[in-house]
């Protein structure tokens, strides 16, 4: 017996993945996509997986809010 997702990639050759909207570009330039978690100050948002611990510190004390891209 085979796992479930091993059973559907011998059948299909591939696994889907829903394809995610593009939410837009950040602060720097980065491409965001819905579901990624970005930090929003103001009227910026930054990609959180782009940011070194020191940014993330540093927006957090400017009043930076954690929301998820829609």
Same mark, same amino acid.
Request: charged share 30%; hydrophobic share 25%; glycine share 6%.
């Given at each position: 017996m085979e796992h479930p997702t091993i059973e559907q990639v011998n059948?299909?050759?591939?696994?889907?993945?829903?394809?995610r909207e593009e939410y837009g570009n950040d602060g720097l330039g980065n491409e965001v996509f819905s579901g990624d978690e970005i930090l929003v100050l103001y009227d910026e948002f930054f990609l959180r997986e782009t940011l070194l611990c020191?940014?993330? =510190?540093?927006? =957090?004390k400017l009043g930076a809010s954690y929301a998820i891209a829609k």
């Open positions: 059948r299909t050759g591939y696994m889907y993945s829903p394809k020191e940014s993330i =510190e540093l927006l =957090e």
